[in-house]
């Protein structure tokens, strides 16, 4: 697996997406407040993309006119025909069964640990003694 830096956290405004090409995948990346996203930018059903959707919270009922939302549940809903995704798990709640998009791993990583990288240059002391040029190691 490799990390691929797409932009500052702040650049994706709270409740809206950005769509990002990686790998020949159009990815959907969600910004959800306390939390990112990912998912598969194409729905299944007919091929609208998905960072066009609107994110909503789930809704549940336990009867008529008995109803709440469950903000950590977070679904997109297709903006073409409605057709809504969670957006932990890539399921459909038209048909969670068969239908689902896939979903991708995402975090926030401080900018410091970034620049780092996983290679390091190693570095060698070099002085200058009488026009001669010296290495230390």
Not at 63 to 79: A, H, I, S
Not at 93 to 105: G, L, S
Request: net charge negative; proline share 4%.
């Amino acid at each position: 697996m490799t990390d691929h830096i797409i932009c500052k956290a702040e650049e994706i405004a709270e409740g809206a997406a950005r769509r990002v090409r990686i790998g020949g995948r159009d990815i959907a990346i969600f910004n959800l407040g306390n939390r990112f996203a990912a998912i598969t930018n194409r729905c299944p059903h007919e091929g609208a993309e998905l960072c066009h959707g609107k994110v909503a919270a789930f809704i549940s009922a336990e009867g008529p006119g008995e109803y709440r939302t469950e903000d950590e549940k977070v679904m997109v809903r297709c903006p073409w025909h409605g057709w809504e995704f969670d957006l932990a798990n890539g399921r459909s709640y038209c048909d969670p069964n068969r239908m689902r998009v896939k979903t991708f791993d995402v975090k926030v990583s401080p900018g410091e640990t970034l620049a780092e990288g996983p290679y390091q240059a190693e570095i060698f002391e070099v002085r200058t003694e009488d026009d001669y040029v010296v290495l230390t190691l």
